[in-house]
């Protein structure tokens, strides 16, 4: 009599990619708060695996060294969610492109604006403040300000779209690119005490004003 036929069981591997990511998320998570609190030239390998539990070796093997490692921590600081997908693609930026109505549509960007910028602000404050000394750092601030440019102008091609700017899409992307850089977010917002929904009020206003026919 023949024995049945054991089933092989198939390998599940949805388990170990979910905790791959958890590691990978806590990886950045750290990297980012080390960056901002001690600097970048004074955050090591070492400092950012002690701080979110794994070992050196894991965060290499992630990573591969911490100049990758900050491009990630600025993807993940820019998106708020380790998801690959270009800032201006992202569903809250798709609502605001969708919108007919040139002046809400500003408003909406504001309050989007407003929202990340408590993330991202710290970040390019310790991103300037190590670009002197580490290349690395004024590579992403670069890198930084031309993905803000590139986005702005889809974004003010799209403004020019609706018949309704009243000035050129080029003035239009350059008022845009000047106004959130975090600068103004930092004075009024960090310093001054505005409240976040007070600056974006004015933030939107301010647009509206100079932009909108």
Known sequence: MSEPVKKLRTYDSSRRQAQARETRRAVLDAARELFIEQGYGRTTIADVARAAGVSVETVYSAFGNKATLLHRAWDVTIGGDDEEITYHE???????????????????????????????????????????????????????????????????REAAATGQLAVSEQDCRDIMWASTDGVLWQRLVNERGWSDERFQTWLGQMWINALVA
């Open 90 to 156: 992202r569903p809250e930026i798709n609502v605001l492109r969708a919108e007919p109505d040139l002046a809400r549509r500003l408003a909406m960007q504001a309050a989007v604006f407003t929202q990340t910028a408590r993330r991202i602000v710290p970040f390019l404050l310790a991103m300037q403040g190590a670009a002197a000394s580490e290349p690395a750092a004024a590579e992403m601030l670069a890198e930084i300000g031309r993905q803000r440019l590139e986005g702005l102008s889809v974004m003010a």
